[in-house]
């Protein structure tokens, strides 16, 4: 409504300028269509026709070499009645629920810290580092670290304990130790959105609290975090749907063991698919993770109200 | 005086602070520094010291069997299997997976942000905000059927079939680019097409160079992406021909013998697989950091 009111208050002005523009509106749309046909095209093929066809295949028992056959709710039964899946969700959750709240808990603390103490890029920058090699590099170091008898860890741990520590080998420290692995990894990307969301917050509001006589710790619970709140839910949600998703690790470090104590969903898919390749089975597993993802993103936009910011 | 002490004076959380950042920073370093330490050490020798601060036995000899280039006899006499791994292979498949994939999806993000954003025509809010859907669906949802997609096509083991389905569109690439063309004063195209040059003209001559800067920071996000993909090549290939370097290190990982394993040979490969990544760091690590607090804000 604005530009239109806008335009014909120039119309008068310049005549020529606004007919030529008129004749431009209409012809863009050759030209636009010509300039996202690749983007469509990858989009069809390669989203929106796969998306439609795991629903398809997850209603299918489906082995790749021959067509898919139409088996109807045979896969969710099935689903229903598999104690590995619900044995692997819960490891999933266990591991989701340990990457995010170590994982925020952290980067929110580095990310106030850096704040208040400097600016330095060169500081934001090395603790991204770990973001920007690959899940694989970062596994196989810290196996290397965490090796019961040359790794560097169990090297300490011996002698301050005297005995080593199976970090992967050991069921009850499997997912700690790949959920340590994962926060590593992100912590430093995290913080550097909850620091850029920091920079936005204006430095008066703290002003006016330091007048009130609020103590540091006070400011951070009653200014700095309702503050943050949009920024702080939108790395909630990244971090579980990237953590729900976590493959890599754990095919490098535990492949799944022992005895399934780290068989997370997505590892648990990738077996079925292809080492058993019942790629029905595994399209119906990753239907219920999708569905799984897209209630826990609108349940935590719900529950925080993430589109609002109390600064505007 | 007064205010001087106020603002300088090292308070116990000032310093307590500053311990809490110095031990994130190392422990988010050390690790990268332990791949480095082990890498220039003896295999063989790591069992005599393994907590040493310092390379042990001193030797590039894991950086050579890691690069293919030492001799059997070589590599064994240093801890090594032997085996021939093809590091530099699998660094060139690495750059043509990502250097491909990269150019063409920030192209084709391009084109499409600029029709989204510049030109006007009919339908545009509601075709843009159909591809946005894309967002929403995790990657392993698409990823079963994309690979009995590209099985049809008879396109595993290849790098078209690595690439395409990642080639053409990026929700996250048009979204990220449009934004910043919306922003875009229109007075510069005005006065161009007024001069007679075309919308297409308009875009490869005005709108991609005033968007350089924006385009440089996804094409470094798409390339560290692709380069680091793991699950997608994963599934798709199974020869050396076209493996990436990422993949074949989790593949030499697990098919080394566990009572023996070339850990200074693995960490020198590694360092080799990383190290693409942090050169562009050292490189581009401000625009990085700023390009990652900007998307966050968005």
Redesign the interface.
Known sequence: MVTATQETTTLPVAPV?TA?RRR??RG??P???L??T??????L???????V??VY?SFTDFH?LSAPNWVGLDNFRELLADDVFWRSLWVTVYFVLLSVFFGIV?SL??AV??H??TRS??????????F???????A??????M?P????IN??LV?LTGHPLLFFGDSSLAVPSLAAISV?KS???NA??????L??IPGTIYEAGRVDGAT?FQMFRRLTVPLLRN?LV??VILTV?GS??V??IV??TT?GGPQNASLVL?MY??NK??TQFD?GY??TM??A??AM??AI?FTQLKMTRAGESDLN | MATRSVTSRPSVGRILAWAYLAVIILVTLFPFYWILRTALSNNYALHTNPSSLLPVDFTWGAFKRALGLATVAEAQAEGGSGASVNTALYLRNSIVYAGVQTALVVFCSATAAYAFSRLRWRGRELVFSILLCALMVPAIFTLIPNFVTVKNLGLTNSFAGMILPGAFFSAFNIFFLRQFMLGLSSEVEEAATIDGAGPLRVFFRIVLPMCSAPIATLCLLTFINTWNDYFWPLMVTSDDSVRPLTLALAVFKQSSPNTAVDWAGLMAATLIAAAPMLLLFVVFGKRIVNSIGFTGIK
């Open positions: 300028a030529r431009i509106r863009h749309l030209l636009a269509l300039m996202i690749p983007a469509v095209i990858g989009f093929v390669f989203f929106a026709y796969p998306t066809q795991g295949y790749v952290i603390i580095t810290i850096m208040r103490l890029t060169v500081i934001r920058g090395l603790i991204l580092l770990p920007l090699i690959s899940g694989v590099v970062a196989m170091t810290w196996s290397w670290m090796d008898g040359l790794g560097i090297s300490l002698e590593w912590m430093g990307y550097i959105l909850i620091f850029a969301g920079q936005t540091e920024i939108m790395v749907i729900f998703q493959f890599d095919q490098v492949k997505q898919i990738y698919a292809f790629f595994a399209a990753s239907l993770l999708f993802l897209i993103t």
